[in-house]
């Protein structure tokens, strides 16, 4: 009986314990020096989870590309990864789609990029998701999110009216599909058409109102 009284005891203990776990918002950082896969978990620093606000864990993450080195990060064959925020240097690139399939999701409102966001797919389908309105940003004048050249790469909203604002200094920049019914659009930065023979579907949800008092540039390429 008293064996019996002390399992439960101790089951009760655990269990209370396993309850009382708190899910964090953890900042993690980029190590590989060269290119790799975001599903890499050797690559990131802290190395506990791959980071994505849906691996189980409970945690959310803010993830920053600062290793002062050319490194360019994939996400591909089939993966999907949410984060709460983006933080990409001038030397890094975050490359969606090359290999498969790749959806990166940003949950939390924040793109701070200097670097490059690369959709890049040949026939997979691609896409950057904002869920929320979000910002994207890049202090040094120099990032750019750019769509590759292929029907399949587009960005898009969780859910249609869900706004990009996009600030003085990043540029969303290619072809095919910048919006896809789905966002409204504050643009205070560049929007351009810089691919020859492919237009950008500049296509943003029909309900609401965009704005714009930047700049958007369609020289090379039309817009649609």
């Not at 929320?132 to 859910?159: E, M, Y």
């Not at 943003?204 to 020289?219: A, E, V």
């Amino acid at each position: 009986m008293k064996y019996l009284i002390s399992c439960i005891t101790i089951s009760m203990l655990f269990t209370l314990s396993v309850c009382c776990v708190s899910a964090a918002e953890v900042d993690v950082s980029w190590t590989c020096l060269d290119s790799g896969f975001w599903t890499n978990i050797n690559c990131w620093d802290p190395g506990t989870h791959i980071p994505d606000n849906d691996n189980g864990s409970g945690d959310t993450y803010h993830v920053h590309f600062n290793s002062g080195g050319d490194v360019v990060c994939s996400i591909d064959s089939g993966n999907s990864i949410q984060v709460d925020s983006l933080d990409v240097n001038q030397l890094a690139m975050v490359r969606l789609g090359p290999n498969g399939p790749g959806y990166l999701t940003i949950e939390g409102g924040q793109v701070v990029n200097d670097g490059f966001i690369d959709l890049a797919s040949n026939h997979w389908d691609t896409a950057f998701v904002i869920t929320g309105d979000t910002t994207f940003s890049s202090p040094a004048g120099t990032g750019s999110l750019v769509i590759g050249p292929d029907v399949h790469n587009k960005v898009r909203a969780t859910t249609p009216g869900d706004r990009i604002i996009n600030e003085v200094g990043h540029s969303f920049q290619g072809a095919y599909y910048l919006g896809y019914d789905q966002v409204l659009f504050t643009n205070h930065g560049t929007i351009k058409s810089d691919i020859i023979d492919t237009y950008l579907y500049l296509n943003p949800y029909d309900t609401g109102t965009n704005y714009n008092d930047g700049i958007i540039d369609s020289t090379i390429q039309s817009i649609c």
